[in-house]
Nanobody, 119 residues
């Protein structure tokens, strides 16, 4: 089992910045991917960014150049630095861990943190 606790959300003006953090605890396997997803009202949950254990990253086109995902493997923590925020970035942001063991995939989610971009 893995437990995830997000922090860092809030209200920010357009053009501002926020840094989300997600502290993970529990049992980790050697291979895992940590990531951030978001869900806006009335929309499906979508990928924002992911990062593997060795630091390989992927980003949604909508956040490329504005967001940076990073992780601290020693502390099992993942971060999302978001800059030049736009109103369309408003959503609940969820931390996610995917890991695999003996051919079985395990998927864990945090409770979410609200990000609101508004003047």
């Amino acid at each position: 089992q893995v437990q995830l606790v997000e922090s860092g959300g809030g209200l920010v003006q357009p053009g501002g910045s926020l840094r989300l953090s997600c502290a993970a605890s529990g049992t980790f396997f050697r291979r895992n991917v940590m990531g951030w997803y978001r869900q806006a009202p009335g929309k499906e949950r979508e990928l924002v960014a992911t990062i593997t254990t060795d630091g390989s990253t992927t980003y949604a086109d909508s956040v490329k150049g504005r967001c940076t995902i990073s992780r601290d493997n020693a502390k099992n923590t993942v971060f999302l630095q978001m800059n030049r925020l736009k109103p369309e970035d408003t959503a609940v942001y969820y931390c996610n861990v995917k890991q695999w063991y003996l051919g079985t995939a395990y998927d864990y989610w945090g409770q979410g943190t609200q990000v609101t971009v508004s003047s």
